[in-house]
C-alpha cells in the first residue's frame, strides 16, 4: 500500500505563493510517476501538474503553466507543487496522487490540502 499525505494548503491573498509538500510512504519503489489535481466548489477534479519517476518528464495545465512548478525529491520521497501568482480561481482542494501500473493512471490518492486565494 502507498500512502499520501499533502501539506502547505492555506489562505493567501492574489499575486501570492504557496508550496505545497505531498509526503510518500509505503511502497514507494516502482513509483511510475506523480500527479497533483485539483477541485473546486462545484466542479469536476482536474489535472494540474505531473513528474515522471526521474524528474526528467513533466506537465502541466495550461491554466498554470509559467505559474506553478511541480518537483519531487525521490531521497525525502515527497513531491512539491510551488504555486506562484495565485489567482482567486486557483480556489480549491489539492490532491496529490501517485501512478503505480500505468503512466498517467492514478492508483493512490492522498485526502487534499485545502487552498485559498482571497482577491
Known amino acids: 500500500q502507498v500512502q499520501l499525505v499533502e501539506s502547505g494548503g492555506g489562505l493567501v491573498q492574489a499575486g501570492g505563493s504557496l508550496r505545497l509538500s505531498c509526503a510518500i510512504s509505503?511502497?514507494?519503489?516502482?513509483?511510475?510517476?506523480m500527479g497533483w489535481f485539483r477541485q473546486a466548489p462545484g466542479k469536476e477534479r482536474e489535472f494540474v501538474a505531473g513528474?515522471?519517476?526521474?524528474?526528467?518528464?513533466?506537465s502541466y495545465a495550461d491554466v498554470v503553466k509559467g505559474r506553478f512548478t511541480i518537483s519531487r525529491d525521490n531521497a525525502e520521497n515527497t513531491v512539491y507543487l510551488q504555486m506562484t501568482n495565485l489567482k482567486p480561481e486557483d480556489t480549491a482542494v489539492y490532491y496529490c496522487?501517485?501512478?503505480?501500473?500505468?503512466?498517467?493512471?492514478?492508483?493512490?490518492w492522498g485526502q487534499g490540502t485545502q487552498v485559498t486565494v482571497s482577491s
Open positions: 496522487a501517485a501512478s503505480y501500473t500505468t503512466p498517467s493512471v492514478y492508483d493512490y
Open positions: 513528474i515522471s519517476w526521474s524528474g526528467g518528464s513533466r
Open positions: 509505503g511502497r514507494t519503489l516502482s513509483n511510475r510517476g
